[in-house]
């Protein structure tokens, strides 16, 4: 049995079609919605914080030594592309960190600071791989995988994910299996099917994983001094004004509760940003008032 390998993370992540990794990993958020000509937009997705638990290898295999070690550290390389989430490992799961590290993964280091001042706890990603296996002289591969994704406070699954995929190539291959994890692995069924099935894990656990929303908010209002909740990190740059709003009524999810958006209120006046810090920025009135906690900011105002 040949002694595995490792393939840069990157050249899966083209496989996998998950390019833009590094710019994910290092964005502080993902901005939805149309933006102004200085870059604000009014609406931004907080990164979603996931914890992935080792796969339990559960298909028989007897090819590949650690494909439980293997297959997950593949499915962090693919939810690191993902700009929407910031993905961790287990703490005392150093041989598959180690396995991180060794490859020089663009997922390195294993987390990855919030640009929130406390973060929430991780979604729980966990599960197993139950098939994994070579067909008709190797012509034919399937890789099955079972997900879940649980809620790290209620202990509740959010999402029960099922994945086969199945890759058939009509060439016969008559000489050795080349070494699992080399670039030409990765071009058989069995290597075409294991990547295959991470992708689709990946689009499914991203669809299952509830998304928070940033938007730009009066914090604090004292006299007439007024703060912002966000500065630079959220783009906010001096002497740019807004229009700002009274707080409008929630839309809610009828089943979870959850707020989904937050209806624009009566338009209150204008303000000015006089001073913006790393992660708070700070206003003046315009024009209007009295300006409270908790009102929205349109975007910013052409000047």
Known sequence: MSKCRDISPLKRFRILGAAGCLVALTSGCTTIGPSSNNGLVSRQALPAPVLVRRLQDRSGNKQ??????EMTALLIEALAGEPALVVSTPPHDASLTERLRRTKSAFWPPTKALSRARAPDPYIIEGSITAFTPKTSRREASVALRLTVRDPNSGRTLSTIPVNHTVRNRRRSDGAAPPFGSEAYF????????????DAARGEITKAIPMDYWEPLIAAATGKRIILNGGRDRGFRKNQTYTVFTVGENVTDPITGKVLTTLMGRERGRLRVTRVEAHVAYAE??????????QRLGSPNRR
Not at 64 to 69: E, G, N, W
Not at 187 to 198: C, E, R, S
């Open 187 to 198: 071009q058989t069924p069995l290597g075409q099917a294991m990547l295959g099935a991470i």
């Open 285 to 294: 009135a315009v024009i209007g008032g009295p300006f409270n906690r908790m």
């Open 64 to 69: 590949i030594p650690a494909l439980d070690r």
